[in-house]
């Protein structure tokens, strides 16, 4: 059973640039969800994806996007990056049923964003 | 709106030492509760998952439980190691997409 897993594990970017980030979901896994977590801080929700289809939305701006792919991988997409956007970002994937995502949430490693 | 409490911030203790871990939530209508361990820039290593017909889960040396009516969870550490130093971090569904967040408890363990 292959884990989820994130790339690229660290980057530097600047200021109004663009970055994105991939992630693979755990086999048998149908639904991906990305978080950003600030240093010192819990995870918080960015977007869900299930089947290819965006599910649920935090509260980020529409400048953080993202896509999901029939194997279930997934990219996330910043645009204009700021300062504030210097993160860990975190994909987790989970087995979700009829868009209601009851499963266990498996993480990968994270992706550590830096902007300058 | 669902809000996710962690006491204590931060925790040092000896080696040996029996531990407890709180997590507190705001909105008991959840379907489960999710523990997690998480190493200095590292990912969430899931712990435990208790789902909301269940009272508690043990895997180890982990105890895990959960009461909605008080909008309570533990996470009980028994013998605890120094390789038990990490973040442990609380997740609670809120909707049926999302999970809120813990700030997670620091714990630190002496050898």
């Known amino acids: 059973e292959t884990g989820v897993t994130q790339s690229p594990t660290h980057l530097i970017k600047t200021r109004g640039q663009q970055v994105t980030l991939r992630c693979s979901s755990q086999?048998?896994?149908?639904?991906v969800s990305w978080y950003q977590q600030a240093l010192g801080q819990g995870p918080q929700f960015i977007f869900q994806y299930y089947r290819e289809e965006e599910n649920g939305r935090g509260n980020f701006p529409p400048r953080f996007s993202g896509l999901q792919f029939p194997n279930y991988s997934s990219e996330l997409n910043v645009n204009a990056l700021e300062l504030d956007d210097s993160a860990l970002y975190l994909c987790a994937s989970s087995l979700g049923l009829e868009k209601v995502d009851t499963g266990e949430l498996f993480f990968g490693e994270g992706s550590r964003l830096t902007v300058l | 709106k669902q809000e996710v409490t962690q006491i204590p911030a931060a925790l040092s203790v000896p080696e040996g030492e029996n531990l407890v871990l709180n997590c507190s939530f705001t909105?008991?209508?959840?379907?489960?509760l999710q523990w997690f361990r998480q190493d200095p820039g590292k990912g969430l290593t899931s712990l435990l998952l208790i789902q909301s017909s269940q009272r508690e889960q043990t895997s180890g040396r982990l105890n895990a439980s959960l009461d909605k009516s008080s909008g309570r969870s533990t996470l009980y550490i028994a013998a605890s190691q120094p390789g038990d130093s990490a973040t442990y971090l609380c997740a609670v569904p809120s909707g049926t997409y999302k999970y809120i967040f813990g700030t997670g408890t620091r714990l630190k363990v002496l050898a």
């Open positions: 086999s048998g896994h149908n639904t």
């Open positions: 909105d008991s209508a959840i379907y489960n």
